[in-house]
């Protein structure tokens, strides 16, 4: 693919729903523009931009995939982002780098859930967006009641510039509002023609309601339309252009990927009022604390921002970045601004969905693929040589899930952490931890889906098999009383023999202080030497469970007296003396388990604030306010015992039909309920 100056570059994202058209409109797209011979296929998996086979088998996006095309002299990069809520890190991972976010909304379903989280998140970082209602030709398609729903959630900036002709299974082309003209598409490709005799009035009245609102926002243009002047297509997309750009208006388009109905149409519209990187706002960075405006210069030193991470069995890792400023040659020297490492860029390409075409130069505004770079991740930032400066990382939702794993063979557990590694450089949205308390190794995701298929291409990619197991509850153990015992280790075996004694007095603590140990020996009845070993036992039985087999916390140990042997006494034998004692006090200190708690806010549309906060009541939850956000949700604060919670993003998303959203954390501990104890045994036995 040759080369294209910034203003003839435009970066689009296509976003929305799971299951509204998304890869088959990319499909269609690629296909008109004649970047491949066919229209693909989800169901057979002959898709550019789904090329994993999780993606195949699923029938669904589970990653973003890259696939530019030529349209009418511009260079179109365009990025398909998955549509289910577990894979949304890569939707806004897209929207960092996206000059145009078109939202593919089907015409049957309407606006749903993970439409409108994408649009807040397009709404948060400004991105300009445009509409492209799908599925005209399905049985219940309804262009009229989809774009009602989209005023209702979106506002007053959305503004349809095409009309469809026909419905359901008669829906055969559109009308053009800014040409006042029909496309249709009997033949396949565009024929234009009048508008049928049936539909002129609907049309020339949306017309003139497209042109009274686009002039409102030029002076020159509504002066001259008060005199009776009325404004050229050139001025009228000229001027919605503007508006575009400063994402204040929002056009609806329409058609049908699978026909392909109309789609030449969106593509046309995406270069002419789909804004340029220059015409997005400079970028803002970070350099020696202070921020910094980046004009998106080609002529400039050479800036590149990495968005996005891919781990290839074969090739190794490839980054996509986009090139912030200047110009991006073959052998560029850049240096990471996190790490300090020098980058050489020894080749760079464009990605169509798994190939790679080398190019010569990427300008200011392109996205590229690099491979094999020593030291770069998702969200760094490649800058030139003593000029360090950062762009600011990408914000994704937090982990809600988690599954322990367990490497399948000795084989499996010498590459699990190297392969957990590049797994976790290609997902962001995915972290790994190992609970010391419970001893698992714990991946967390974004949900179920997301936790199956990493599991999945931990084996495909790398060669790995892990093990599943619930995630065990990091139980503690305290005591609520006082109380003392003696501890005696003894042993005579030939040679030098064990003694140890000494006399412990245990005492619950406040929540949270953990442990204290107090010496209060005297006369030498444990030489000063053997005490640090009291202390050690005592931690390691502490460590090693109470009486259910859990850590103990919160106590105060105090060792007050003993008894030693001047040849047989040592360190050892006083350790293990402790441990007997404390075993032996804590049985009689009134143990009991704690459970940790969390502190969880749930964000809902009011809708479901109320089966939210029953559902929590039923967790033995208690809720500590309300209050509504600046789009309308609710988020209600609760603190829940952790152990109600652990699959609480599957119930959450089934209770409120997609729509909810938590974090959660744990912020204290509390007595776990006797009647529960039993369970709580068991979980430790098992």
Known sequence: MKVFPPEKIRNVALVGHSGSGKTTLAEALLFRAGAVPRIGTVEAGTTVTDADPEEHDRQMSVTMGMAPFEWRGHKVNLIDTPGYADFAGDVHAALRVADLAVFVVSAVDGVEVQTEYAWRIAEKHNVPRMIFINKLD????????????????????????????????????????????????????????????????????????????????????????????????????????????????????CGSATGPIAVD????????????????????????????????????DPLAFVFKTLADPYVGQISLMKVVSGTLRPETALTNSRSGQTERLAKIATMF??????????????????????????????????????????????????????????????????????????DASLSVERNEETHQTLLHGLGETHLTITIEKLERKFGVQVDQQPVKVA?????????????????????????????????????????????????????????????????????????????????????????????????????????????????????IVLEPVSRVAVTIPSQYQGDVMGDIAARRGAVQGSHTNADGTQTVEADVPTSEIMRYAIDLRSLTNGWGRFTAEIVRYQELPSHLVAKAMEAAKE
């Open 475 to 591: 139980y503690r153990e305290t005591i609520t009383r006082r109380a003392d015992a003696e501890g005696k280790h003894k042993k005579q075996s030939g040679g030098h023999g064990q003694y140890g004694v000494c006399h412990l007095i245990i005492a619950p603590l406040p929540r949270g202080t953990g442990f204290t140990f107090v010496d209060k020996v005297k006369g030498g009845s444990i030489p000063r030497q053997f005490i640090p070993a009291v202390e050690k036992g005592v931690i390691e039985t502490m460590d090693n469970g109470g009486m259910y087999g859990y850590p103990v916390v919160d106590v105060e140990v105090t060792v007050d007296d003993g008894k030693y042997h001047s040849v047989d006494s040592s360190e050892m034998a006083f350790k293990l003396a402790a441990r007997a004692g404390f075993k032996a006090a804590f049985e009689s200190a009134g143990p």
């Open 353 to 426: 969905g798994k190939e790679t075409t080398l190019v010569d130069a990427a300008p200011a505004g392109d996205i590229i693929a690099a491979a094999k770079l020593v030291d770069t991740r998702t969200g760094d930032t490649l800058t030139p040589k003593n000029k360090p400066v950062k762009v600011p990382g990408i914000d994704r939702p937090q982990p809600v899930l988690a599954t322990a794993i367990t490497a399948r063979t000795q084989s499996d557990d010498d590459k699990l952490s190297t392969s957990l590694q590049r797994i976790l450089a290609e």
């Open 138 to 253: 399905k049985e219940r398609a309804s262009f009229e009641r989809t774009l009602i729903e989209l005023r209702d959630r979106f506002g007053a900036g959305i503004a349809p510039i095409e009309l469809p002709i026909g419905k359901e299974a008669d829906f055969r082309g559109i009308i053009g509002l800014f040409r006042n003209k029909a496309y249709c598409y009997d033949s396949g490709k565009a024929e234009i023609i009048d508008i049928p005799e049936e539909l002129v009035d609907e049309g020339h009245e949306v017309h003139d309601n497209l042109v009274e609102g686009i002039v409102v926002a030029d002076d020159d243009l509504l002066e001259g339309y008060l005199d009776g002047v009325i404004p050229s297509v050139e001025e009228l997309e000229t001027t919605m252009a503007k508006g575009v750009a400063a994402a204040t208006v929002f056009p609806v388009t």
């Open 265 to 300: 149409r969106l593509a046309d519209f995406i270069v002419e009022l789909g804004p340029s990187p220059q015409d997005r706002p400079p970028v803002k960075v970070i350099a020696g604390g202070e921020e910094v405006l980046i004009e998106k210069d080609p002529d400039q």
